[in-house]
């Protein structure tokens, strides 16, 4: 079987080309979009997922802007920061981009976010209108896949979708928008025993493991849509994700690349979702 690329980066710029427009009718309007990400320390994946934000924003017309803070900032300081920037009417969108340092409360933090800034959909009142199928502001990563099977034609009603994550960004969010297009979800992680068995079976494989090249053409039901959402560096320090992406070719029917698969297309619905709090305020 020929297995077609999922092609993320083409369908980001295809995306991307119109919310230019829309931002452009909205500054006629005098409204300027305004996306701040707060990056907390020096992790460099994170640096480079935030440089990454700050450029497309900046190409569709957004006025985006990063605060930077030290690793050593404390929770109370982070948490005016935010207070800030919920005031502040020029800020339609506030992201404080994740892992956080351990001393600082993840959860505490999100839910200072203004439910309305929230670009991320990680605030519990967006979080909770999601689970209840609710118009919400959605996680972007699972968002953005689902835009991508939709682009390609790739029907979900149905069909068994395993998801391998359980993480509150990615997995969980991802088995909702597959449950609520009628896929029948399982959900795999660290723990489960028959992980092949349930990858054979799935008509919708979902990555998000974070071990480079995990998943080989073994895992997969021939025809099977294979979604690599892993971001991890090999030995050679070059960006690879879950699935070893040459091993499941020729036995499913689509996969992602990594780098031009997921990546492009979570930065495409942040800025989707910047752009609709302005339409929508
Ligand atoms: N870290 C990894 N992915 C994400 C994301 O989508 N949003 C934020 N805020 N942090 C992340």
Not at 58 to 83: A, F
Not at 173 to 201: C, G, W
């Amino acid at each position: 079987m020929e297995t077609k690329i999922l092609d993320g980066k083409k369908l980001a710029q295809q995306m991307q080309a119109d919310m230019k427009n829309r931002v452009d009718r909205l500054r006629e309007q005098g409204k300027i979009p305004g996306l701040t990400v707060i990056l907390v320390g020096e992790d460099k994946a994170s640096q480079v997922y935030v440089r990454n934000k700050e450029k497309q924003a900046n190409t569709v017309g957004i006025k985006s802007e990063v605060i930077r803070l030290p690793e050593s900032i404390g929770e109370q300081e982070l948490l005016d920061q935010i207070e800030l920037l919920n005031r502040d009417e020029t800020v339609h969108g506030i992201l404080v981009q994740l892992p956080l340092p351990k001393h600082i409360d993840e959860q505490k933090v999100l839910r200072t976010i203004h439910y309305s800034k929230d670009v991320d959909g990680f605030h519990p009142m967006n979080m909770g209108n999601f689970l209840l199928g609710n118009v919400s502001t959605l996680p972007c990563t699972p968002y953005g896949i689902m835009k991508l099977l939709e682009a390609y034609n790739i029907s979900i009603e149905g069909k068994n979708a395993l998801i391998i994550g359980r993480s509150n960004i990615v997995g969980k969010p991802m088995a909702l928008m597959l449950m609520q297009k009628n896929a029948t979800i399982t959900i795999a992680h660290s723990r489960t025993e028959n992980l092949k068995e349930l990858a054979q079976q799935a008509d919708i494989l979902v990555a998000a493991i974070g071990r480079g090249h995990m998943i080989t053409g073994e895992f997969i039901k021939p025809g099977a849509v294979v979604v690599d959402v892993g971001m991890n560096r090999s030995a050679e320090g070059k960006l690879i994700g879950d699935v070893d992406t040459d091993s499941v070719k020729g036995i499913a029917s689509f996969v992602t690349p990594v780098p031009g698969g997921v990546g492009p297309m979570t930065i495409t619905m942040l800025l989707d979702q910047t752009i609709n709090k302005v339409e929508t305020d």
